[in-house]
């Protein structure tokens, strides 16, 4: 495993410029993209997003010398040192990312009813402008992806290639001792594209703050990256902590590689469609330059593919391209005009993201950060406190639980749900019920740190769904997206739940030497209604982690790729992105993204 070096040292060396101190950060981030005029005519593969998993598999079929690949990026690189400043995680980043907006949420507050839908437009996708928290899920999420009748998705499965996808920085040995820190070196990799590593320099309060979660009965874990995560831990960032810089797609998986033969990538082009032969055989893409889309008359080229295309666009544009290609609801594209090349209902739907309310506490008598720390105090937490529902709501766990699983499946459902779908829906309820009740799988996520009392409390097992289609009066816009929050209701219940554990563990023994003072929700927001009403105006849609609009089911419960990723009723089309997670894992997704990816590559590269 690769030893971090001493802080000390890695305060002197940051004090110097990035590019001054490491020159080889100026190679990383040349841009390598091909010029249009330079693509060939075909390809073997045909990759539609320059993002985390579309690099991931560029990567791995490239190796193969003897094997074609183009990928088409609808983004640009983004050649700012501050991608690779850890310090400027919260820099605007607009410039890099879609611009659009959901459909009025109707369980929403009147002044919180559109929600932003942040996707990034970039080499490097989210990778690239995320917040680098590093985590994965518990075993039961990714052994629900298998019970959904998928082999090998489950953890077993997976984790050879969350392995395969990282290299663990293992903390320097004081620091460890003085923060009581743990690791699992088992569960990662030694010579993996992503580096993992845990901040060196911690506030103090972190300390009591982790009594206080024992205090109230989360459990330790020595990592959750084993499949434990539930409980208190700390979870890795991907972070290259011996140049304190962003470990990300672009440079752990393209820059490597960049200079391969038979690897193109062409930046700023929008894919248009997927062509197919008779036989509804992939035979390439349509695609033309990002700055011409407005233009009616805008000439459009073709790139041919000799074995697949494979798309890579994210939970947002993967389903909109294969609706705009012909495969989707046929309700929806009859309604576009667009030919039905495959009437599968499941595209766009099964939609998943992370709802998130918020907490905020001025501590009036919690102890001050050092005054000359080592290295810069962390901007985002490595600590994370992963809770049950039985530890977040004692008294009312089971009922929530009993009264999910009694609902009939398609109540709460978006109307254009077929009986497929809600089918589908059934068998992930059984399931979701079923982690609900358990205490080795989460609820809620609480990152912390201890430099402030301002607090993300994460629904982790969203029990809504939601929909992302194209617009029927104009496809090539972007996407028509409703996240359906709160629109199963027991999502809302469980909101209202996070607010009141919130207060007990600041009523801990060891929280309370804080002296906390509420200020959001604020003491006075204090029954049942005003809790729900502060949860409706305030709860934010998404954490970025959009998901499951393209699912890894069986094609009979609404899916729509089996389990080698092949798109259902088309042959020479393959989804490796995030929108074939069929249930959101309780984590931010980036590790998963790596995983799937590192998976899908694998099976690619065995066919025939």
């Known amino acids: 495993m690769a030893k971090l070096f001493k802080v000390v040292f890695l305060w002197k060396l940051l004090s110097i410029p990035l590019a001054t101190a490491y020159p ?7 841009q390598r993209a091909i010029n249009p005029e330079d693509t060939k005519g075909a390809y073997d593969y045909v990759i539609i997003g320059g993002g985390q998993s579309g690099l991931v598999v560029a990567n791995r079929l490239s190796e193969d010398p003897k094997v074609s690949v183009l990928v088409v990026e609808y983004g640009y690189f983004d050649d700012s040192y501050d991608v690779l400043d850890i310090q400027q995680v919260f820099r605007d980043t607009s410039h890099t990312k879609y611009n ?41 999420d990714y052994d629900n992806w298998e019970k959904l009748g998928n082999p090998g998705w489950g953890f077993k499965g997976l984790l050879p290639y969350f392995i395969k996808s990282t290299t663990l920085q293992i903390p320097d040995a004081e620091f460890a001792k003085e923060f009581n820190v743990t690791w699992d070196e088992k569960v990662y990799g030694n010579d993996g594209p992503i580096q ?18 024992e205090e109230v009965g989360a459990e330790p874990q020595r990592t959750g990256d084993n499949g434990n995560a539930y409980g208190l831990f700390w979870a890795t960032r991907s972070i290259d902590d011996r140049t304190r810089t962003r470990s990300y797609a672009r440079t752990g998986y393209y820059a490597p590689v960049a200079d ?42 073709s790139i041919k593919t000799h074995k697949e295309v494979i798309l890579a666009a994210g939970a947002l544009h993967t389903p909109q391209i294969l609706q705009r290609s012909g495969i989707g609801p046929a309700s929806l594209l009859q309604k576009a005009n667009i030919p039905v090349l495959v009437d599968l209902p499941g595209v766009g739907s099964n939609m998943q993201d992370h709802p998130q309310v918020t907490m905020i506490f001025n501590y009036t008598t919690a102890p001050a950060p050092p005054a000359n720390p080592p290295a810069p105090l962390p901007l985002m937490a490595n600590s994370v406190a992963l809770l049950p529902l039985s530890l977040v709501s004692p008294a009312n766990y089971t009922s929530f639980a009993k009264s999910y699983l009694s ?19 059934a068998r992930q309820q059984k399931l979701l019920g079923s982690s609900l009740l358990r205490n080795d799988n989460s609820a809620i996520e609480i990152p912390f740190s201890g430099g402030a009392g301002y607090y993300l409390l994460m629904l982790t097992k969203p029990l809504s769904r939601g929909t992302i289609t194209l617009d029927p009066s104009n496809p090539y816009a972007e996407p028509v997206v409703d996240y359906n929050t709160f629109g199963n209701p027991t999502d809302l219940a469980i909101a ?4 009141k554990f919130g207060r007990v563990l600041h009523q801990t023994k060891s929280v309370s030497t804080f002296g906390p003072v509420e200020l959001n929700p604020g003491a006075a927001v204090a029954t049942e209604k005003d809790l729900e009403k502060k949860a409706r105006d305030t709860v934010v849609s998404t954490t970025a982690h959009l998901s499951g609009t393209a699912a890894l089911m069986p094609r009979e419960l609404g899916g729509v790729v089996d ?24 984590a931010h997704l980036c590790s998963t993204v790596y995983a799937v990816a590192e998976k899908a590559a694998e099976i690619i590269k065995g066919r025939k």
């Not at 033969?261 to 032969?277: E, Q």
């Not at 209202?496 to 607010?499: F, Q, S």
């Not at 259902?568 to 069929?582: A, E, F, K, N, Q």
């Open 407 to 425: 609902q009939t499946p398609g109540s709460y459902l978006p109307k254009t749900y077929t009986a497929a779908q809600k089918a589908g829906y």
């Open 196 to 213: 993992a590593s845990i901040y060196p320099v911690q506030y103090p309060a972190l300390k009591t703050l982790w009594t206080g979660f």
């Open 496 to 499: 209202i739940e996070t607010y």
């Open 563 to 586: 389990s080698e990723l092949r798109v259902y009723g088309v042959g020479g089309l393959t989804v490796v992105d995030s929108s074939v997670m069929p249930m959101i894992p309780g």
């Open 24 to 30: 080889q950060l100026h190679t990383e981030l040349k």
């Open 100 to 140: 659009l907006t959901s459909v009025p949420q109707a369980q929403l507050g009147e002044g919180n009813k559109v929600q932003n839908v942040p996707a990034a437009a970039v080499v490097g996708g989210g990778s690239a402008i995320n917040g680098m928290f590093f985590n994965r899920g518990s075993a039961d």
């Open 260 to 301: 391969r033969k038979n690897l193109d990538l062409l930046t700023g082009w929008r894919v248009n469609t997927i062509t197919f032969d008779k036989k509804k055989q992939a035979t390439g893409i349509n695609m033309q330059p990002r700055d011409s889309i407005t233009d009616a008359k805008a000439k459009i080229t």
